[in-house]
């Protein structure tokens, strides 16, 4: 049974989804491990596709059940998390997992793989480009958009913390940076 991991982290609007999303097209052995969240779905998302969307209540029982590996309040009153259950389905299919978490989730479950899990964090060139991204996303509200600026100072403080740091300027460069590394941590 495969228990590798592969975890991005970084702050919001950095461009891990876009970084995963040409990464799945490229590696077959991979499945993205769907975390469950109490915000609302954004337009176009899907329940148990980019996220199980969880009511606050529902979300509070499961952790009450311990059914979750970790799980974070990122924003206030919006928890996220990652589901005991996501690992056992993808481990059972032979995969390696994929886990797009914040910078707290992410060494949390680098703690808990160890060795099996190659953590990387997603660097913005700058705070300023950083803001200009989630902006031009245009999926969240100014409130929203302050939230996550409020978080990002932080966390950028923290990727001295993981395996690999890769800075995400031009995207096809930042992709097969991170492509190479991943290659060989497989490899390994
Ligand atoms: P995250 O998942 O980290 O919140 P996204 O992948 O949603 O971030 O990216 C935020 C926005 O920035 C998206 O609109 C995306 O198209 C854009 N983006 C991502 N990477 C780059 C890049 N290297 N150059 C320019 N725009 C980018
Ligand atoms: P978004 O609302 O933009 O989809 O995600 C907000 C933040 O929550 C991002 O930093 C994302 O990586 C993080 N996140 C998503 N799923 C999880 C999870 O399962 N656990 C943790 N700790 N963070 C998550």
Same mark, same amino acid.
């Not at 600026?149 to 990727?159: H, N, P, T, W």
């Given at each position: 049974?495969?228990? +590798? @991991?592969?975890l991005f982290s970084a702050p919001s609007g950095s461009g891990k989804t876009t970084i995963i999303r040409? /990464?799945?097209q490229y590696f077959d052995c991979f499945e993205f491990s769907i975390s @469950? *969240? =109490?915000r609302q779905p954004r337009e176009g998302e899907r329940d148990g596709v980019d996220y199980y969307f969880l009511t606050p209540e529902t979300f509070e029982a499961r952790v009450q059940n311990d059914d979750f590996l970790e799980w974070e309040e990122v924003y206030a009153n919006t928890r996220y998390g990652t589901l005991k259950s996501? %690992?056992?389905?993808?481990?059972?299919n032979d995969k390696v997992m994929v886990f797009d978490v914040d910078v707290n989730g992410g060494l949390n479950i680098k703690r808990y793989f160890g060795d099996d899990a190659l953590a990387i964090f997603v660097m913005p060139p700058s705070i300023e480009v950083l803001e200009q991204r989630l902006r031009g996303r245009g999926t969240e509200s100014e409130e929203s958009i302050q939230k996550r /600026?409020?978080? =990002? &100072? +932080?966390? /950028?403080?923290? &990727?001295h913390k993981f395996d690999a740091t890769i800075i995400n300027d031009d995207l096809c460069? @930042?992709?097969?940076? *991170?492509? +190479?590394? %991943?290659e060989e941590f497989l490899a390994r």
């Open positions: 049974m495969n228990r +590798k @991991a592969i040409k /990464l799945m @469950a *969240t =109490s996501e %690992i056992d389905r993808i481990c059972g /600026l409020g978080r =990002s &100072a +932080k966390e /950028l403080g923290e &990727a460069r @930042a992709v097969e940076e *991170t492509r +190479k590394k %991943i």
